[in-house]
Every structure is written in structure tokens, then in C-alpha cells.
């Protein structure tokens, strides 16, 4: 697959298959993100702790996407590819994607997508790797036509 960058912004491209209009977005993290034991242990000290975490990480994933993504609105379906740059395998794959959540409930609250339900977001794919410092690369691909 190819790819050609749209001169208006860098995170935005025209995916190269004959008449077809559907765009990839991309937008990355530089952090990592608590694990599902970190988020359910919040949930057990007290009954604001995991409301708080997760009111706390969607508004930092939300300056991200607003200073990658700028005022991006889709109107396709997407499939979105997430991928977890861990600085080591001490944590479970399993934790570490359960982040997927807030990226989600962010996505939806930045108004880059309408809802996270299966007719906006048709489906994902987790990958992961491991470099020197932790981050979240989060790819949006338009599937199909409007919604």
C-alpha cells in the first residue's frame, strides 16, 4: 500500500487505491499509559480514584490529538491500529491495550470521531514493540462510506 502525504497536514494521508477516497489520520502519544491493574487499583483505594484517573489521562490524549490531529472531523467509519512502544516486557500485552479505552472515549470526545460504537469504529489491531522510551501510536483509517 502507498501512501501520499495531503499538503494541509502531516498527519493526514490519501491512501493510493484507484477511486477510493479514504483517508489514514495518525497521531502518537509520547507516554506511557496506565495498565488495567494501575486503573482497577485506583478503582479499589476509592470510589473517585478510577473516575479521576480516567477523567485526568483522556484530557492529556485529548492535547495530543488537538496539537497532532488540529480540528479533524470523520465521517467514515474507521479501522484503527494502535501501537505500544514499551520500554520493556515487565507489563502483560493484555494491561498495556486495555488503554485503548481512554484513547477511545477521547477520540470521541475531541469530536475527531461521533461515537466509538460498531458503526463508527469497525474494528482494531493491537501491535506492540519495544524501543528506549514508552508511547502510544494511534492510526485511524477510513473504511467505507459516509456514515
Known amino acids: 500500500m502507498q501512501f501520499s502525504t495531503r499538503a494541509n497536514t502531516e498527519n493526514k494521508t490519501n491512501i493510493s487505491n484507484p477511486g477510493e477516497n479514504n483517508m489514514k489520520y495518525r497521531f502518537e502519544i509520547n507516554r506511557r499509559l496506565p495498565s488495567y491493574n494501575e486503573y482497577s487499583n485506583a478503582n479499589r483505594r476509592n470510589k473517585y480514584a478510577g473516575a479521576t484517573m480516567k477523567k485526568n489521562i483522556e484530557l492529556e490524549i ?44 477521547a477520540l470521541q470526545k475531541a469530536g475527531v470521531i461521533e461515537n466509538d460504537n460498531s458503526s463508527h469504529v469497525t474494528g482494531f489491531t493491537d501491535k506492540f514493540e519495544y524501543a528506549d522510551k514508552s508511547k502510544v501510536i494511534v492510526e485511524l483509517e477510513e473504511v467505507g462510506g459516509n456514515l
Not at 470523520?74 to 507489563?91: A, L, M, S, Y
Open 62 to 105: 485529548w492535547g495530543y490529538i488537538f496539537n497532532q490531529l488540529k480540528q479533524v472531523k470523520i465521517t467514515k467509519p474507521v479501522f484503527i491500529t494502535f501501537t505500544w512502544v514499551e520500554e520493556n516486557k515487565k507489563r502483560d500485552l493484555d494491561n498495556i491495550c486495555f488503554a485503548k479505552k481512554f484513547i477511545l472515549d
